[in-house]
C-alpha cells in the first residue's frame, strides 16, 4: 500500500517545539555557516595579498636607499624584477579571492533562494502588496555585497591597524599622524551611517509602496487604457516614486559631502605625511626612502577606510536586507518530520472554518461547518460577497483559517506538505492565471516528472483535447503569462485540464463555466460525470444555475456564513415550493449532512423558504429547474 505524508504539529512547550523554533530563528545564519569555508579562504587570501602590499613601499626604500646611493644597475634590475614577480603574484591571488568570493555568493543564493521563494510565497497568500517580491530582491543584495568589492573592502578593514604600526616603526611622529588621519576618517564614517540610516530606510519604504502601485497599474493595462485612467493613475504613483526618490536624493548629498570631505582628508594627510617626512629626513631622522615608503603605506591603511565609506549606501542596503529576511524567515512555519498515511479518498470536513480577509481584520466567512462523502458534488451559491470564494481558497489551502479547520480524511490540511497536498487537490480559481510556457507545461504544473499520456489524459478528463488540438502547435503551443494569445474560454478549460491533473481526490472550481460558451457548458458537464464516476469529491463556487442538476448537494453562503445546506431534492423544493424529480442515482448522505440541513432549515434567521437570500438567486434556482424539466 503506497502511503501519504502530513507534518506534524509539535506538542506546546516541549523540547521540540525549542529546538525548531531556534531552527526557524536561524534559517539565514545556516546559510552564513554553510557558506563559512569560501569565506575563510577569501580572508587566507586577503593575508597574502595586504603582505604583498608591502612590496611598493620596500621598493621604494630600496631604490632610495640602495640603488641612488651605489649607482649599481644589477642591483636595480634584480629588485624590479622580484617586484614585478610579487606583483604578478598579488594580481594572481585578487583574482583568485574575486572569483572564491564570486561562487561564496552564489552558493549562498542557492541555499536560500528556495526558503526566500517559499517564504514569499507565503507572503503573497496573506498580504495583496508586493512586499513579499522584496524577499527575493534581498537575497539578491546579499549576494552582490559578497561577491562584489564591499566584502574586500571589509576584508581589508582589519589591516588598518596593522598598516598604522608599521607607520610607527618607520617613525613615531609619522605613525602619530596617520592615527590622527585614521581616527578622522573612522568618525567620517560612523557620522555617514547616522545622516544617511533614516533617509535610505524611509526611501526603500516609498520605493516598495510605488512597486505596490505600479504593479497594481501594470496588471489592469488594458481597462486603465480603455477608461482613460492613465494620467491619474500615473499621477499617484509618480507622487509616491518622487518621495522615495527626495529620500535617496538626501541621503546621497549627504554621503557624497561627506564622501568629498573623506578624499579632502586622505590627500591632506597623504600631504602631512609627506612634509612630516621632509621635515625629519632634514633632521636627518629618517632617509628619503623612509619618506616616500611612509607614504604609501599611509595610502594603503585608509584606503579600505575611505572606500567603505564610499559604499556605505550598499552596506547600510545590505544590512536591512539582512535585517528583513531574518524576519521573515524566522516567522514561516518550520516543517516536521512527515507520518506516513493510507492515501487520500477525499472525505471533507469542515469544521467552524473562520477566514480573514489578507491584510484586514475583516472575516470573509466565519463559522462554516459541513462534511462531504467521496465523490460527492455540491454547488456552493449566493449572492456575490457571500464568501464562496474564499471558502474555496479555504479549502484547497490558499488562505489561511484564523479559527475551525479543514479536514481531508480526517487530517487538517495545515499538516500536509504544502506540495504533497496541492498534486493532490485541483483548483480551478475565479480568475484563471496560466504562465509563460506551453499549453503542455501549465497544464503539467511545471512539473518535470509529468509524462505526456498524464497530460493528454487530464486535458481529455476536462474535454479540452480537442480544444487544443486546434491550437497552432497543440500541446506546444507557446503562450504568455496570463494566457496571453488565448480566448477567456480557452484558458479556462485549460485552467480546468491543469486541475484535473494528477488525478486529484478534492476538485475546488471556482466559476467555471463563466467565460465558458454552449459547448464548453457541455464539455464541463460531461468532466463532471466523468470525476463523478471516478469517485472524486467536487465543489463548484457558482453563479450560473445550468450546473445545479448535477450536483448532489447544494450549500447557500450569505454575509460570510452557512445559510442553508442539504441534498439537491431538498433544497429545490425548498426554494421552489413544488416537488423536484429526483436525481436518478443513489446518493448517500452522512448522518452530520442532514444534522446541518435540518439546523438551519430551523433558524428563524434563514427560512426554510430562502428568503434570506437574494432575488437574484432564487430565480437561478428556478431557471435550473426549468432547465430540467
Same mark, same amino acid.
Given at each position: 500500500?503506497?502511503?501519504?505524508?502530513?507534518?506534524?504539529?509539535?506538542?506546546?512547550?516541549?523540547?521540540?517545539?525549542?529546538?525548531?523554533?531556534?531552527?526557524?530563528?536561524?534559517?539565514?545564519?545556516?546559510?552564513?555557516?554553510?557558506?563559512?569555508?569560501?569565506?575563510?579562504?577569501?580572508?587566507?587570501?586577503?593575508?597574502?595579498?595586504?603582505?604583498?602590499?608591502?612590496?611598493?613601499?620596500?621598493?621604494?626604500?630600496?631604490?632610495?636607499?640602495?640603488?641612488?646611493?651605489?649607482?649599481?644597475?644589477?642591483?636595480?634590475?634584480?629588485?624590479?624584477?622580484?617586484?614585478?614577480?610579487?606583483?604578478?603574484?598579488?594580481?594572481?591571488?585578487?583574482?583568485?579571492?574575486?572569483?572564491?568570493?564570486?561562487?561564496?555568493?552564489?552558493?549562498?543564493?542557492?541555499?536560500?533562494?528556495?526558503?526566500?521563494?517559499?517564504?514569499?510565497?507565503?507572503?503573497?497568500?496573506?498580504?495583496?502588496?508586493?512586499?513579499?517580491?522584496?524577499?527575493?530582491?534581498?537575497?539578491?543584495?546579499?549576494?552582490?555585497?559578497?561577491?562584489?568589492?564591499?566584502?574586500?573592502?571589509?576584508?581589508?578593514?582589519?589591516?588598518?591597524?596593522?598598516?598604522?604600526?608599521?607607520?610607527?616603526?618607520?617613525?613615531?611622529?609619522?605613525?602619530?599622524?596617520?592615527?590622527?588621519?585614521?581616527?578622522?576618517?573612522?568618525?567620517?564614517?560612523?557620522?555617514?551611517?547616522?545622516?544617511?540610516?533614516?533617509?535610505?530606510?524611509?526611501?526603500?519604504?516609498?520605493?516598495?509602496?510605488?512597486?505596490?502601485?505600479?504593479?497594481?497599474?501594470?496588471?489592469?493595462?488594458?481597462?486603465?487604457?480603455?477608461?482613460?485612467?492613465?494620467?491619474?493613475?500615473?499621477?499617484?504613483?509618480?507622487?509616491?516614486?518622487?518621495?522615495?526618490?527626495?529620500?535617496?536624493?538626501?541621503?546621497?548629498?549627504?554621503?557624497?559631502?561627506?564622501?568629498?570631505?573623506?578624499?579632502?582628508?586622505?590627500?591632506?594627510?597623504?600631504?602631512?605625511?609627506?612634509?612630516?617626512?621632509?621635515?625629519?629626513?632634514?633632521?636627518?631622522?629618517?632617509?628619503?626612502?623612509?619618506?616616500?615608503?611612509?607614504?604609501?603605506?599611509?595610502?594603503?591603511?585608509?584606503?579600505?577606510?575611505?572606500?567603505?565609506?564610499?559604499?556605505?549606501?550598499?552596506?547600510?542596503?545590505?544590512?536591512?536586507?539582512?535585517?528583513?529576511?531574518?524576519?521573515?524567515?524566522?516567522?514561516?512555519?518550520?516543517?516536521?518530520?512527515?507520518?506516513?498515511?493510507?492515501?487520500?479518498?477525499?472525505?471533507?470536513?469542515?469544521?467552524?472554518?473562520?477566514?480573514?480577509?489578507?491584510?484586514?481584520?475583516?472575516?470573509?466567512?466565519?463559522?462554516?461547518?459541513?462534511?462531504?462523502?467521496?465523490?460527492?458534488?455540491?454547488?456552493?451559491?449566493?449572492?456575490? &460577497?457571500? %464568501?464562496?470564494?474564499? +471558502? *474555496?481558497? =479555504?479549502?484547497?489551502?490558499?488562505?489561511?483559517?484564523?479559527?475551525?479547520? $479543514?479536514? @481531508?480524511?480526517?487530517?487538517?490540511?495545515?499538516?500536509?506538505?504544502?506540495?504533497?497536498?496541492?498534486?493532490?487537490?485541483?483548483?480551478?480559481?475565479?480568475?484563471?492565471?496560466?504562465?509563460?510556457?506551453?499549453?503542455?507545461?501549465?497544464?503539467?504544473?511545471?512539473?518535470?516528472?509529468?509524462?505526456?499520456?498524464?497530460?493528454?489524459?487530464?486535458?481529455?478528463?476536462?474535454?479540452?483535447?480537442?480544444?487544443?488540438?486546434?491550437?497552432?502547435?497543440?500541446?506546444?503551443?507557446?503562450?504568455?503569462?496570463?494566457?496571453?494569445?488565448?480566448?477567456?474560454?480557452?484558458?479556462?478549460?485549460?485552467?480546468?485540464?491543469?486541475?484535473?491533473?494528477?488525478?486529484?481526490?478534492?476538485?475546488?472550481?471556482?466559476?467555471?463555466?463563466?467565460?465558458?460558451? &454552449?459547448? %464548453?457548458?457541455?464539455? +464541463? *458537464?460531461? =468532466?463532471?460525470?466523468?470525476?463523478?464516476?471516478?469517485?472524486?469529491?467536487? $465543489?463548484? @463556487?457558482?453563479?450560473?444555475?445550468?450546473?445545479?442538476?448535477?450536483?448532489?448537494?447544494?450549500?447557500?453562503?450569505?454575509?460570510?456564513?452557512?445559510?442553508?445546506?442539504?441534498?439537491?431534492?431538498?433544497?429545490?423544493?425548498?426554494?421552489?415550493?413544488?416537488?423536484?424529480?429526483?436525481?436518478?442515482?443513489?446518493?448517500?448522505?452522512?448522518?452530520?449532512?442532514?444534522?446541518?440541513?435540518?439546523?438551519?432549515?430551523?433558524?428563524?434567521?434563514?427560512?426554510?423558504?430562502?428568503?434570506?437570500?437574494?432575488?437574484?438567486?432564487?430565480?437561478?434556482?428556478?431557471?435550473?429547474?426549468?432547465?430540467?424539466?
Amino acid at each position: 500500500m503506497q502511503f501519504s505524508t502530513v507534518y506534524r504539529r509539535p506538542s506546546k512547550g516541549g523540547p521540540d517545539m525549542h529546538m525548531h523554533a531556534s531552527a526557524k530563528q536561524s534559517a539565514l545564519l545556516d546559510a552564513a555557516r554553510r557558506i563559512r569555508p569560501g569565506l575563510l579562504a577569501a580572508g587566507a587570501l586577503s593575508i597574502f595579498i595586504n603582505l604583498l602590499v608591502f612590496v611598493s613601499p620596500i621598493y621604494t626604500m630600496q631604490i632610495y636607499d640602495r640603488v641612488l646611493t651605489s649607482r649599481n644597475g644589477m642591483t636595480l634590475l634584480l629588485l624590479s624584477v622580484i617586484a614585478l614577480a610579487l606583483f604578478i603574484s598579488y594580481a594572481t591571488l585578487e583574482h583568485f579571492r574575486s572569483r572564491v568570493l564570486v561562487q561564496t555568493g552564489l552558493r549562498f543564493d542557492r541555499f536560500l533562494s528556495g526558503e526566500t521563494f517559499e517564504t514569499a510565497l507565503g507572503q503573497a497568500l496573506s498580504t495583496s502588496s508586493s512586499h513579499h517580491v522584496q524577499l527575493l530582491r534581498d537575497v539578491d543584495t546579499l549576494r552582490e555585497v559578497l561577491s562584489g568589492g564591499i566584502i574586500t573592502s571589509l576584508m581589508d578593514v582589519p589591516w588598518t591597524p596593522v598598516f598604522l604600526a608599521i607607520c610607527f616603526l618607520l617613525h613615531p611622529l609619522i605613525g602619530l599622524v596617520a592615527l590622527i588621519g585614521a581616527i578622522i576618517i573612522l568618525t567620517l564614517a560612523f557620522l555617514n551611517e547616522r545622516v544617511t540610516k533614516a533617509p535610505l530606510n524611509a526611501a526603500a519604504s516609498k520605493n516598495l509602496h510605488a512597486l505596490d502601485r505600479l504593479t497594481s497599474s501594470l496588471r489592469n493595462a488594458e481597462a486603465i487604457r480603455a477608461l482613460g485612467m492613465g494620467p491619474a493613475l500615473r499621477a499617484a504613483w509618480s507622487e509616491t516614486h518622487c518621495q522615495a526618490l527626495k529620500e535617496s536624493a538626501t541621503a546621497g548629498e549627504r554621503g557624497g559631502t561627506l564622501l568629498a570631505i573623506s578624499k579632502f582628508l586622505r590627500m591632506a594627510i597623504q600631504v602631512a605625511i609627506m612634509g612630516v617626512g621632509a621635515y625629519l629626513a632634514i633632521q636627518q631622522e629618517i632617509s628619503g626612502g623612509v619618506l616616500f615608503a611612509a607614504s604609501l603605506i599611509m595610502g594603503r591603511a585608509l584606503a579600505p577606510v575611505e572606500a567603505a565609506v564610499s559604499q556605505w549606501k550598499a552596506l547600510v542596503a545590505a544590512r536591512t536586507s539582512y535585517a528583513r529576511l531574518d524576519r521573515a524567515l524566522a516567522n514561516r512555519a518550520t516543517e516536521r518530520p512527515p507520518t506516513r498515511l493510507p492515501p487520500l479518498v477525499g472525505e471533507i470536513s469542515v469544521e467552524a472554518a473562520t477566514v480573514l480577509v489578507p491584510g484586514s481584520q475583516l472575516p470573509a466567512i466565519a463559522d462554516v461547518s459541513f462534511r462531504l462523502a467521496p465523490g460527492e458534488v455540491v454547488a456552493v451559491v449566493g449572492q456575490s &460577497g457571500s %464568501g464562496k470564494s474564499s +471558502l *474555496a481558497r =479555504a479549502m484547497v489551502g490558499a488562505w489561511p483559517l484564523v479559527h475551525g479547520c $479543514v479536514r @481531508i480524511d480526517g487530517n487538517d490540511v495545515r499538516h500536509f506538505d504544502a506540495n504533497f497536498l496541492g498534486q493532490n487537490l485541483g483548483y480551478l480559481p475565479q480568475d484563471v492565471e496560466l504562465f509563460a510556457g506551453t499549453v503542455r507545461d501549465n497544464i503539467a504544473r511545471f512539473r518535470d516528472d509529468a509524462s505526456d499520456e498524464a497530460v493528454v489524459e487530464a486535458a481529455q478528463l476536462a474535454s479540452a483535447h480537442m480544444m487544443i488540438q486546434r491550437l497552432p502547435k497543440g500541446y506546444d503551443t507557446v503562450i504568455g503569462d496570463n494566457g496571453a494569445g488565448l480566448s477567456g474560454g480557452q484558458r479556462q478549460r485549460i485552467g480546468l485540464a491543469r486541475a484535473l491533473f494528477g488525478k486529484p481526490v478534492l476538485v475546488v472550481l471556482d466559476e467555471p463555466n463563466a467565460n465558458l460558451d &454552449g459547448d %464548453g457548458d457541455r464539455a +464541463l *458537464a460531461e =468532466a463532471i460525470q466523468r470525476l463523478r464516476k471516478s469517485k472524486v469529491t467536487i $465543489v463548484i @463556487i457558482n453563479h450560473r444555475p445550468n450546473l445545479l442538476a448535477a450536483v448532489d448537494k447544494i450549500v447557500f453562503m450569505h454575509e460570510g456564513r452557512l445559510g442553508q445546506i442539504g441534498t439537491r431534492e431538498e433544497m429545490l423544493p425548498a426554494l421552489l415550493g413544488k416537488t423536484v424529480a429526483p436525481m436518478r442515482r443513489d446518493v448517500r448522505e452522512p448522518v452530520e449532512h442532514h444534522r446541518t440541513a435540518r439546523h438551519h432549515h430551523a433558524d428563524g434567521n434563514h427560512r426554510a423558504d430562502g428568503t434570506h437570500g437574494s432575488a437574484q438567486l432564487l430565480n437561478q434556482v428556478r431557471q435550473a429547474h426549468a432547465t430540467r424539466q
